[in-house]
């Protein structure tokens, strides 16, 4: 009970603390206040914090607090700037990643509907469409992928090319396009802030000035 009445008031002193920040905030930038969205995101992050230290339902929901590291660490707001600038191309990858779900779906279950029922398989993989898709999904983040595939050769040998086909198009040719896509927004963002270098695996990369 001590310790839990110790963070409640550390709780309470913070919270105070970030909303005297604000206030401050608003009055030195008025109007422009309401054009900066960092500004306007800590103003719903605080005000969600104050409703939930009012109401008990939703107290649970005070961890958002959190997200104010994206408007005070430079990298996480960098990503953050490029997670919002890429959302359309992320939504036209998930549209392939659907498109293609949806094939194989249909594929597989008019192929392997009946294994589970015939013994060949331990459990029931392909009976439907939506069980379908949810063992690609599994298959799609390597998981068992390959024990499934020995069990549906059992009953179809060459069922491995199909299997191999999903995994290669799924697995590491369309989230990598998505890391790629993730990866070029954060770039494109570090250069418009005039960040001459950028993160890659072998660590800080320089980055060629753009010609004035």
Not at 135 to 162: C, G, N, R, Y
Not at 189 to 209: C, M
Request: aromatic fraction near 14%.
């Amino acid at each position: 009970r001590k310790v839990q009445h110790i963070f409640l008031l550390s709780n309470t002193i913070f919270l105070c603390l970030f909303t005297i920040e604000l206030i401050l905030r608003l009055l030195h930038h008025r109007k422009a206040f309401f054009t900066n969205g960092w500004m306007i995101f800590d103003l719903v992050v605080i005000g969600s914090s104050w409703i939930s230290s009012v109401l008990t339902i939703v107290r649970t929901f005070r961890v958002i607090r959190s997200l104010r590291l994206a408007t005070r660490l430079k990298g996480l707001r960098n990503m953050t700037l490029a997670l919002y600038q890429v959302i359309p191309k992320i939504l036209s990858v998930s549209f392939v990643l659907g498109l293609s779900f949806y094939i194989f779906s249909i594929m597989f279950t008019d192929l392997f509907k009946d294994l589970y029922q015939q013994g060949y398989t331990d459990e029931d993989y392909f009976s439907s469409v939506g069980v379908t898709a949810f063992t690609l999904f599994q298959m799609m983040t390597l998981d068992q992928w390959s024990i499934i595939t020995k069990e549906v050769q059992v009953a179809h040998p060459w069922a491995w090319v199909l299997f191999i086909a999903f995994v290669i198009s799924s697995s590491f040719f369309i989230l990598n396009l998505t890391v790629a896509v993730v990866y070029e927004a954060v770039v494109r963002v570090q250069r418009k802030q005039g960040d001459d270098r950028i993160v890659t695996d072998q660590g800080l990369v320089e980055v060629e000035p753009r010609a004035s």
